[in-house]
């Protein structure tokens, strides 16, 4: 009983939390999955420099902590006078590490599309922007589910790295709850949450998954 | 009249040449096969016709129009690009894979290339898409998916593909080879047909008797140059060039 009143006693603030957690989440997707889908079709340009800039950006967004980039956007840039709020500089160090990724598997998703189709488009006359937007791009997507899957649920626990940056989202939230009574509860309930968020991502990947079965 | 023509071409892969002179000239109505053993650059002259292969050097030109002609410096040079797509417009390509567009029904996969590039209206498209699956005997499966057909009928389903362009020429690389054994006569059939409405063919192929039946011209290529050329049955009957001999024996025991 003691215990049911706490909970309902700290929901109130970790909703909260969950909130904050929740938009970054959307914002992130929102502007990762264009982004990272049209830098994956750039790094495949044959605009050389640009195929380049790309290959130069995934290595660098991907090759550092995505901790690092968050301390980077926000006290790095401060440094350099350009003063973002804490919440829109973690948006922004997600949203361009997201895109990074999501580059990464639309390019490969691209390049394991069979050398036939785009043959095939061709000799029908069809020009390289057709063969890409009706051809290419819709198998790709199709391929590319698992992947990104893999990538979103990754993204819902990333999401408690913004600590760093002192903003109040579900982990930070049960945390100072912890020090604060000395139980574990809030722990708890964040894994709850965390659980059934992975939860819906995964069962609506799976649904978009059997709605893309209609095709081998 | 001649509908295409070749003349010395010449295409190397980095430092293997694959084409060492090839010349054809294809007449209207007429139906080419080409043979011979693999690697000999059957394949590679074909996709040169229709530039999936661009030519180092010689000439190609179909129906009075230039695709590539040699510069000053005998180097290929290549008309400008609008003027080729027009070109390529003329013809039609089947390949051994059939690269059909596996997200779209065989319906689509038809009226995809007439919407898109010759802009001709969504009805229309799909009434002369059903009379070439009519054609081609799978008016039934007009909503399917490719992978829902054998690969008899995905060929068919390919060739039906080009032929809703309009080509005035239907190249063919090998368009049963990846066939099990019962399937090759279904496609074969079609092509016959083809054949017999005078469509302008040129077919790579290893079914001799396909070649010997319907073909009215044989080149054999072996190593990158035309071996032996000549009537179909001729040159199937009686060879004259020793490697044409050979190659026939062995493809014929089988
Ligand atoms: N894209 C390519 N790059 C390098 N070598 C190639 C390529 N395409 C074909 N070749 C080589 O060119 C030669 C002729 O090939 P091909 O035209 O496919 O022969 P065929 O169709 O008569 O079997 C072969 O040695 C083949 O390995
Ligand atoms: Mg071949």
Redesign the interface.
């Given at each position: 009983m003691e215990h049911f009143e706490y909970v309902l006693k700290i929901l109130p603030p970790m909703l909260e939390g969950w909130k904050v957690t929740l938009t970054l989440f959307f914002l992130t997707l929102v502007m990762s999955l264009p982004l990272g889908t049209v830098m994956g079709i750039a790094r495949l340009s044959h605009f050389k420099p640009l195929a380049w800039f790309m290959e130069f950006y995934v290595w660098l967004f991907r090759g550092t902590p995505l901790l690092l980039q968050l301390l980077f956007i926000y006290f790095g840039l401060m440094t350099v006078g350009i003063r973002l709020e804490r919440f829109p500089a973690a948006v922004l160090a997600f949203v361009l590490n997201y895109a990074a990724y999501i580059a990464e598997i639309i390019r490969a998703g691209i390049q394991s599309i069979d050398k036939g189709q785009y043959e095939a488009a061709d000799v029908l006359g069809l020009t390289r922007f057709q063969t890409m937007t009706n051809i290419i791009l819709p198998q790709v997507f199709k391929r590319v589910i698992p992947p990104i899957g893999n990538e979103v649920i990754n993204l819902v626990k990333d999401s408690a790295l913004i600590y760093v940056l002192a903003i109040s989202e579900l982990l930070r939230v049960a945390k100072t709850a912890v020090m604060r009574d000395e139980t574990f509860v809030p722990f708890i309930i964040a894994a709850v949450f965390y659980l059934f968020m992975t939860a819906i991502v995964q069962q609506f990947f799976k649904w978009v998954e059997h709605k893309f079965d209609y095709y081998r | 009249m001649y509908m295409i023509r070749a003349l010395d071409i010449y295409k190397n892969f980095g430092h293997l040449k694959v084409l060492k002179g090839v010349s054809l000239t294809v007449e209207k109505g007429e139906v080419v096969a080409i043979i011979g053993p693999s690697g000999s650059g059957k394949s590679t002259f074909l996709r040169c016709l229709?530039r999936?292969e661009t030519i180092d050097k010689g000439m190609i030109e179909v129906e009075g129009e230039i695709m590539v002609q040699n510069g000053p410096d005998g180097k290929a040079v290549y008309s400008d690009e609008n003027r080729i797509?027009l070109i390529?417009?003329k013809?039609?390509?089947v390949?051994q894979?059939f690269?059909?567009?596996?997200?779209k029904s065989v319906l689509e996969n038809l009226i995809?290339?007439p919407m898109?590039?010759?802009k001709v209206p969504r009805e229309e498209a799909e009434k002369k898409a059903l009379e070439l699956l009519e054609k081609v005997g799978l008016k039934k499966k007009a909503n399917n998916?490719?992978?829902e057909l054998s690969g008899g009928q995905q060929q068919r389903v390919a060739i039906a593909?080009?032929l809703a362009?309009n080509p005035d020429i239907m190249c063919f690389d090998e368009p049963t080879s990846a066939l099990d054994p019962e399937l090759t006569g279904e496609v074969l059939k079609v092509m016959k047909d083809l054949a017999l409405e005078h469509m302008t063919m040129i077919v790579v192929t290893h079914e001799i008797g396909f070649a010997r039946e319907v073909a009215n011209r044989v080149i054999f290529m072996d190593n990158g140059i035309i071996v032996e050329e000549g009537i179909a049955k001729e040159v199937i009957d009686n060879p004259k060039n020793e490697r044409t001999r050979e190659f026939l024996s062995k493809v014929l025991r089988i």
């Open positions: - | 229709n999936l797509a390529r417009r013809m039609g390509m390949f894979n690269n059909l567009f596996p997200h995809l290339a898109l590039v010759n998916y490719p992978f593909r080009a362009m």
